[in-house]
């Protein structure tokens, strides 16, 4: 059979899913799908960079080790791959309450994505493809397949967009552009068109990286090293506590001075992001050195956190100084930094520009509003970061199989996890720039701790089917354990014997005057259940896998009760707004007394609940009030 050049052709595989891009979203969205049966195929520019860490070598930090937890207690595999390859492991904010508290990993990068592959490629019902997507296909706004720019025809009947940074990207430092992804590699030039004709609106975003040195050329006796922690926490549930104490690599910390700002003052005029030569908004709360020399004008100094790329290279990141500053100036303004001052760049610093998408045209479920099984998770739907795009990509591929399934999508809300807290934020308000998760965003983050993801989540995860019988039968059994000790510490009363008051002297607390129980002496702040053991003699013996965690379970219930009931009846007033479900159908027209503004916002977001449609920017409490009225009346008849 002769085949004539660039013809379309219909590939015989017939897949349920198609997931385009396998970034940390496309590997969490394919793993989900095709866990949950459906036969999958995720597509990739290229196999090599599958899992790929473009930017900073870590997994984890303030409010994205939550994420990286509640993906775990969802089924996920982010945490399981970061815990079997990374090199160095802190818990951050550690000196303030557990609801900040983050887990943050330094990953060897070649490792971790060689292992998230290596899951990949091993995978029932998953296919991998090293293809470019240039068209996804419809019939009356119904997703069928998705073509490559080879010209094959994949029929499908869901679609997730995973594409991350690479949708017509350009790098850009100095005077250098070149129209590639991140790292050089291939960018996506072609979808971008496809998905503007089926009416997407797209936006132009910016990120940026530091450069990568050569460890040879730096001199760390002018540094402080930053090592690891003691006694490494895991991040997922699954692990073995014992079987991540490794020995650690260190991380070390310097600092800018005046002479680096001052080079970089001088040259401005030749940074693309100040020139006008980058048309895309970079994020907020993650600046280049130009960014924050400029804003930040008062600081004379700015930390730099030098951080190994992996155990079997001599390449280092530059952490908290990105740029796009051409190479002579890189060199300049590195080598101001103190054990920077012979350094060798081995990559120069650069910015990326992409396009992505405005995510108010998703539903929760992060399913396009108008196209039919389409879609999306990760960067491409305005975030920042291997966290926020894994979340993501986790919740697009548990609703993609869930839609072909013929069951309900599965949407968290504020009040259950970060996740929920991410994805109602990019799909409720409107935001120019790449949206970073931030403990700050959350408002019921002391019950959303990375502590208690498993407690929040696990059920769900069994439920969808991604948690096995195994894995939620130890954890029922952990949640028994805390539960019984908790009440039993109630009931158990110390004295004021020798022992007893020797101990609280030890650890400065105050003696005791009279019988107390051990559950009230857990409260005092100097204290806890840990130091109580040697005074309690009547403690059961818990698994050993699961003791560290029990016993940080017990500590926490028991110190921040009062706070954790209040939490609790705040969220009550909070669901009772997201329960109320607005109709799909309803006309916002029609309903006399709101704004103009609110029927727009009304009508281009179609908000599901009143908990969402207050949370949209230009709709205020007296446009809800509205609402309600209107709702209340159309149920009283």
């Known amino acids: 059979m002769k085949f004539s050049a660039n013809s379309v052709w219909e590939n015989k595989d017939y897949y349920d899913a198609a997931v385009i891009g396998a970034g940390h979203a496309g590997c969490e969205a394919a793993l989900a799908c095709a866990r949950l049966g459906l036969h999958t195929v995720v597509f990739t520019v290229s196999v090599d960079s599958i899992a790929l860490m473009p930017c900073n070598p870590n997994i ?29 492991s802190k818990m951050l904010n550690k000196s303030k309450g557990p609801a900040v508290h983050s887990l943050r990993a330094q990953a060897d990068k070649a490792d971790y994505s060689r292992t998230m592959r290596l899951v990949l490629e091993n995978q029932e019902r998953l296919d991998i493809k090293q293809q470019e997507v240039v068209d996804i296909l419809t019939e009356d706004q119904k997703v069928t397949g ?9 029929p499908c009947r869901a ?76 991040f997922s549930f699954t692990t073995n506590p014992d079987d991540v104490q490794i020995d650690q690599v260190s991380c070390w910390l310097t600092y800018t001075n005046e002479e680096t700002h001052n080079i ?35 600081k004379n100094r700015h930390q730099v956190f030098i951080e190994p790329e992996g155990l079997n290279t001599n390449e280092m990141y530059i952490g908290g100084m990105s740029s796009s500053l051409p190479e002579d100036v890189q060199y300049a303004m590195y080598r101001t930094v103190p054990g920077l001052e012979h350094v060798k ?11 992505c998408i405005d995510a108010r045209q998703l539903k929760p479920t992060l399913e396009f509003k108008k196209i039919d099984g389409l879609f999306s998770g990760g960067q491409f739907n305005g975030s920042s970061g291997y966290e926020e795009a894994a979340a993501q990509g986790l919740m697009a591929g548990i609703n993609a199989a869930r839609k072909l399934s013929g069951l309900d999508g599965i949407v968290l809300d504020r009040s259950e996890a970060y996740i929920g807290v991410l994805i109602d934020d990019l799909v409720t308000k409107e935001s120019h720039e790449p949206y970073r998760m931030m403990t700050s965003r959350a408002e019921y983050r002391l019950l959303l701790r990375q502590d208690n993801a498993d407690e929040r989540l696990t059920r769900i995860g069994y439920e969808i089917g991604l948690i096995s019988e195994d894995r939620y039968q130890i954890f029922l059994d952990k949640m028994r354990f805390v539960e019984t000790e908790v009440d039993r510490l109630s009931h158990v009363y110390v004295g004021t014997d020798d022992k007893v008051q020797r101990l609280l002297i030890d ?20 204290l806890s259940y840990s130091i109580l053991s040697e005074i309690d003699e009547g403690r059961p013996v818990f698994p050993e896998k699961l003791k560290d965690e029990i016993e940080e379970q017990v500590n926490i219930r028991i110190k921040y009760q009062g706070y954790i009931n209040r939490q609790l009846r705040q969220v009550e007033q909070f669901k009772k707004l997201e329960n109320k479900r607005i109709p799909e159908n309803i006309d916002y027209d029609s309903i006399k007394s709101l704004r103009i503004e609110a029927v727009q916002k009304l009508k281009e977001i179609r908000p599901v609940s009143i908990g969402q449609a207050s949370r949209i920017s230009g709709v205020s409490p007296a446009d809800i009030s509205v609402l309600l009225v209107y709702l209340g009346g159309r149920n009283e008849s």
Do not use: W
């Open 507 to 526: 650890s400065g607390s105050s003696p005791l005057l009279s019988g107390i129980s051990l559950k009230e002496l857990v409260r005092r702040p100097e």
């Open 264 to 298: 970089i003052r001088n040259n401005l005029d030749r940074s693309p992001l100040f020139s006008g030569k980058i048309e895309g908004t970079g994020p907020r709360y993650c600046p280049s050195i130009e960014d924050k020399v400029v804003k930040f004008a008062d």
């Open 345 to 355: 760049i081995v990559r120069n610093a650069y910015a990326i520009e992409y396009d």
């Open 146 to 154: 998705v073509q490559t720019y080879s010209g094959a025809v994949y």
């Open 60 to 88: 984890g930090g303030s409010s994205k080790g939550h994420l990286v937890r509640e993906v775990d207690a969802l089924g996920g595999e982010m945490g399981k791959v970061i815990d079997k390859t990374f090199i160095q």
């Open 159 to 234: 679609v997730v967009l995973c594409t991350g940074t690479y949708l017509k990207a350009r790098c850009i430092y100095g005077e250098v552009s070149t129209n590639t992804g991140p790292n050089g590699l291939q960018a996506a030039n072609y979808l971008t068109d496809s998905l503007k004709k089926l009416g997407i609106r797209m936006y132009r975003l910016k990120t940026g990286t530091p450069a990568r040195i050569d460890r040879n050329s730096v001199d760390f006796s002018k540094m402080e090293e930053q090592p690891g922690d003691e006694r490494v926490v895991p």
